[in-house]
């Protein structure tokens, strides 16, 4: 089993509605679920989908063939009817569309009417839908039940009650209606949890100790605030929606050297102003996580869409040398984790740490059985209470054999935490000389560089041992590359390298990643911009350059089918 259900129409038609309450009832049912959302950055009108695949097998990408379309206006049934696979149905209202469709592909179910008889309001059509697609695939309602009643709850049980009616109408209709519905879910299994990007993102910093939370609501970073803002009361944290990203990144740098872990998130337009920011962090060894979430440019460019075109810049953003680590996670799960390892290399370098993501993945929701909390340690590397009021001098910036200075807690003794953006002394006080210049940029650059990338994990290597084809991305290339690399199984050696660590550049210390690509006959970079930055980067890193590279620049995110397609023609494209 594994079926693609797309819901089409405009804004404000309700889309993320029926999409939200499906992919629970999937995920609850213990299916694998993965939700992509295409919307366009205007409140009401235009056209928008949600897609959900869901499957008894698990799931990292999605594809262009649809099962199901629930066509909630006239464009989706003309955007969207081409996608269907043979047996596939359109879903649909002629009452509201104003048009009857012929043919096979389509079910013309009242949603409205449903809903007004059986809900009392128009407002229930949606619920009317969610239940006819359950049916459409027998699936009980049960779970559905009691997804309502948790939505609903503090609107009373007449809400509730309404609400179960419709969708049971909506559900009997498509079994009443629909006997050439093919159309079979598997048994269930044990619930999933279902979690997007952002989700991810937000659940990772707060299980890494994050405290402090400042930021411009800019998409797709957003959900990261949203996310921790809904639990800052379960776990003491203080979240800020700064007047703009200047000083959200100046107030997350000021709680950090208050004392606290702290965090800021951003897109595109947003991190270049926190460029100064970013500078200062460096210069003043100041620990501060900063989630970076890609979309296309530049100024406003696509807005709600996806790209990865900030790899260079997240890189060489800031005036001046010093050292920075970049991530990139590819699934929630390594959002996860890699939130917890970016809080920890922050802390233990004094350094800033940026977390590139973008709006597929940002916005993406995965199922997974669970979280490891063990992969999140918490070290404090803080120099605090007695241990620092026992010195019996402190400088900040003291010389040190790794460049790491004790970073203490102002407030917490009697000694002076001073710092400064200028170039500054061991005690933090402003100097010119050249001798004091060169010994910091050898501490706080120098020194700390070589332990840092130390830290940085090779990637992650999957498939054939001895490939003929390597794939090569890097962030949220992971699933669709994952998938691709099974299906061509089949029929070729096929194996993925996909980096998440990516700055300082991994070394092949502990796998020669080098070697697995020399040895193969194809080695192909897929990113998406159009530059090719990360194949730009491993040049400059390691020499090696690709030969192949596949770059989409749309906006769109990779679909399996997509991928199959250009690596089949690509050698006529290089």
Known sequence: MDYSI??????????QTIGDSLSRVFSRSGYHVLTHQDYESRIRGGHNFYLIRFSDAPVTAVRNAIDIVIALDNDSVVFHGKELVENGLIIYDSATLKRTYEGPQFLDIPFVRLAVEHGGSKIMENTVATGAVLGMLGIELDILKEIIGEVFEKKGSSVIEANIKSAQAGHDFAVRECPACSFSAAPRSRPKMLVAGNDALGFGAIAAGCKFYSAYPMTPSTGIMTYITGKQKEYGIIVEQAEDEIAAINMALGASYAGVRSMTGTSGGGFALMVEGVSLAGMIEMPVVIALGQRPGPATGFPTRTE???LLFALHAGHGEFPRVLLAPGTPEQAFSLAGKAFDLAEKYQIPVIILTDQYLADSQWTFDGFDLGKIGYVDYRLRGEEFAKRAEYKRFAYTETGVSPLAVPGDARHVVSVDSDEHDEEGHIVEDAETRIRMVQKRMLKKL??????????????????????????????????????????????????????PFPTTDAFDYLSVLRNARRAVCIEQNALGQFALLMKMETGYEFKEKINRYDGRPFTIEDLIGELHVHPARV
Do not use: C, N
């Open 450 to 503: 070589p332990l840092i990338r130390q830290e940085i994990a090779p990637p992650l290597f999957y498939g054939s041992a001895h490939p003929e084809l390597v794939l090569v991305g890097w962030g949220s290339m992971y699933g669709v590359m994952r998938e691709t690399v099974d299906l061509l199984a089949k029929e070729i050696d096929i194996a993925m390298l996909h980096f998440s660590e990516i700055a």
């Open 6 to 15: 797309k819901i089409g129409g405009e804004a404000g038609q309700g889309i």
């Open 308 to 310: 990865q075109g900030e």
